[in-house]
């Protein structure tokens, strides 16, 4: 075994000093060539993720024996003409007893403390607009959503809504739910014209694998991301039926034009539908209620969705 005495103490030395400094050197040389390593996206259970969609999708054609039916108030000034607003069915509890029998919602109002509240005496649709750019077009897009009370006291008050794309000729075109009881779901639900399926069905063919509808994007990049129906086109432009389970889930989205998916409707109302130019026309001046938790009002649906040049 090799090793210094103190006749070569130096010698040693000055041939360690060498090695440190050509290790230095090459991992100095190395570090600074080495590519970054790719980013690896994570593996996603294909089969898993398809099933979630079905499920969703059969969610779509569900009827409910009973359900209550609320239209905006006739005398609205909300901005839009009224046809262009939800109209929205609830389903009612399977449980005679229940009390009330169908989710209410109502307006937002403000607590002494600073908390959300929701005023379900006062049942209210809020709505803003803006521009949106897809590809080389830009277009309307509508967001409504309306709020239900929390179901606890630390717990925030509850959203339904949507974001509805108006194509160039002023109809309806894509329409994405928004939804506050998300869980740990990612999940990006879509209702998509049928004219729109068409053109995308001229410009790219087929669906992709594991894909029920074209307008859908590879599953491997967005598995987010379902087409949960395909919506009739009705003769005029209109605003949707929202169907929401006693749960106040959203079971579908319908054109006017298309049969009703409930067969009585024991109960029917109006609700005020109000324009807000931003979220914190909810709440005035003050800060937001920690208890009220919104998402982005506008989102393009490109780069989510295979659609054709012209919507």
């Not at 005029?236 to 009585?264: F, K, N």
């Amino acid at each position: 075994m090799g090793y210094c005495t103190p006749l070569s103490m130096a010698h040693c030395s000055n041939r360690l000093g060498n090695s440190f400094l050509l290790v230095a050197a090459a991992l100095a040389v190395g570090c600074g060539s080495r590519d970054p390593a790719p980013v690896v996206a994570p593996r996603i259970d294909t089969a898993t993720v398809v099933r979630a969609h079905l499920h969703r999708r059969e969610q779509t054609l569900r009827r409910f024996p009973r359900a209550s039916f609320l239209s905006p108030q006739p005398d609205t000034d909300a901005g839009i003409p009224l046809w262009m607003a939800p109209l929205l069915v609830h389903e009612y509890s399977p449980d005679p007893m229940a009390e009330p029998r169908w989710a209410r919602f109502g307006a937002v109002a403000v607590d002494p403390t600073g908390l959300a509240t929701v005023d379900c005496d006062r049942p209210t649709v809020y709505w803003s607009a803006a521009e949106i750019t897809v590809g080389s077009q830009t277009l309307e897009q509508r967001t409504f959503w309306w709020f239900y009370p929390s179901p606890a006291l630390d717990k925030p008050i509850r959203y339904r809504g949507f974001r509805m794309t108006l194509g160039n000729g002023g109809y309806a075109v894509i329409w994405e739910l928004l939804c506050s009881d998300t869980g740990d779901s990612r999940q990006r639900a879509f209702y998509v014209s049928k004219p729109v399926e068409q053109a995308a069905t001229e410009r790219f063919g087929g669906a992709l694998a594991g894909r029920r509808h074209v307008v859908e994007p590879p599953l491997e990049e967005h598995p987010e991301v379902v087409v949960s129906r395909i919506v009739g086109d009705g003769p005029q432009p209109m605003g949707p039926i929202v169907y929401l389970d006693a749960a106040a889930v959203v079971t579908t989205l319908i054109c006017r034009c298309e049969p009703s998916q409930a067969d009585a409707f024991p109960h029917s109302s109006h609700y005020r539908l109000q324009r807000i130019d931003a979220p914190q026309d909810l709440y005035g001046d003050g800060t937001r209620p920690p208890n009220l938790h919104l998402p982005p009002v506008h989102a393009s649906p490109e780069g989510l969705l295979r659609l054709p040049d012209q919507l």
